[in-house]
């Protein structure tokens, strides 16, 4: 089964990372592919390296927009693609070799309109992206396997996915109503009661934020993103008619990732209350200077 791939990579400032994700893509052992990369508007030398690399690759389509944010350039590479089935990869992530072959392979089934892959921290050279690469592994890919049994994975993520192109098509592709574009089309491929897999072989190394700025700028784009496509897709909640999806993925979501958050500060005051209570307790306590009274004294000097 080797239908023709589509890889869509969108790219705004990212010359440090384009062309080794590119290449990883062109390094893939599947056979029939085509590489559409779209230069977002970027201010940096994104586009001049694009064309210096790929420029002569007839596998390689570069295209070139004024900045219009993630959404667009991600339509505007499915609006010429070709392929039966496409793989999204963001512009700061290399796939291995066989993740192509190991996403298709799921589209076997007649059933399944989208595949999620294995994201996994590359950058694991400070304490902040090895704790995040632990995330990666203990949260975001254990909760994708629990909902791949339940068929109710919420998000195909753009670091690395695979979606049938016919089906993107008729859910009118990526859109600019939430700031989660691939959780607002994942959620709107499941209402329409295709599976969605997760595959754990189908590996990419993205590049996680280095910096405590970065990460919290990223974790609230994810976060109200999120916030966004439940609320849009609010109607499926509790449905019996969306099975799983209305029952456990999105009561989740809003349970871990709306509520549970709000509480979190009071939670870890409570906690740090508790530690310091914990501290003065284990301290020695002072032994106060002992009084005599006068018969002491008088037995003192007996």
């Avoid at 590489?35 to 690399?53: F, H, K, Y």
């Avoid at 049994?149 to 939430?178: K, Q, Y």
């Avoid at 307790?281 to 008088?298: C, F």
């Amino acid at each position: 089964y080797r239908p023709p791939v589509s890889v869509l990579i969108p790219a705004y400032n990212e010359e440090e990372s384009v062309v080794g994700t590119v290449q990883s893509a062109l390094a893939s052992d599947y056979p029939n592919l085509q590489v559409i990369v779209v230069n977002d508007g970027s201010l940096d030398r994104t586009g001049a390296l694009l064309e210096q690399n790929f420029a002569t690759d007839p596998r390689v389509r570069i295209l070139h927009q004024v900045n219009m944010g993630k959404p667009e350039p991600l339509n505007h590479a499915l609006a010429e693609a070709s392929g039966e089935i496409v793989v999204t990869i963001d512009a700061d992530t290399e796939i291995e070799p066989d993740a192509i072959a190991k996403l298709v392979r799921n589209f076997t089934d007649s059933t399944v309109g989208a595949v999620a892959g294995n994201t996994k921290v590359g950058n694991r050279h400070l304490w902040l992206t090895r704790w995040q690469a632990l995330e990666y592994i203990s949260s975001q890919n254990m909760e994708k396997r629990a909902f791949d049994l339940l068929n109710c994975i919420t998000v195909v993520p753009g670091a690395i996915g695979a979606w049938r192109a016919s089906v993107m098509r008729d859910c009118g592709g990526f859109t600019g109503d939430t700031v989660a574009e691939d959780t607002d089309l994942t959620l709107a491929i499941r209402r329409r009661h295709w599976r969605i897999l997760y595959d754990d072989e189908a590996i990419a190394y993205t590049r996680a934020p280095e910096t405590p700025g970065d990460l919290i700028r990223q974790r609230f784009r994810w976060t109200f993103g999120t916030m966004q496509a439940v609320w849009k897709h609010r109607d499926t909640l509790a449905r019996w008619k969306y099975g799983t999806l209305g029952w456990i993925a999105l009561p989740n979501v809003f349970l871990f990732q709306i509520v549970l958050p709000l509480f979190s500060p009071l939670i870890d005051l409570l906690f740090v209350g508790s530690l310091t209570l914990w501290g003065l307790g284990r301290l020695p306590i002072p032994q106060m200077p002992q009084i005599w009274s006068g018969d002491d004294v008088r037995r003192a000097v007996l």
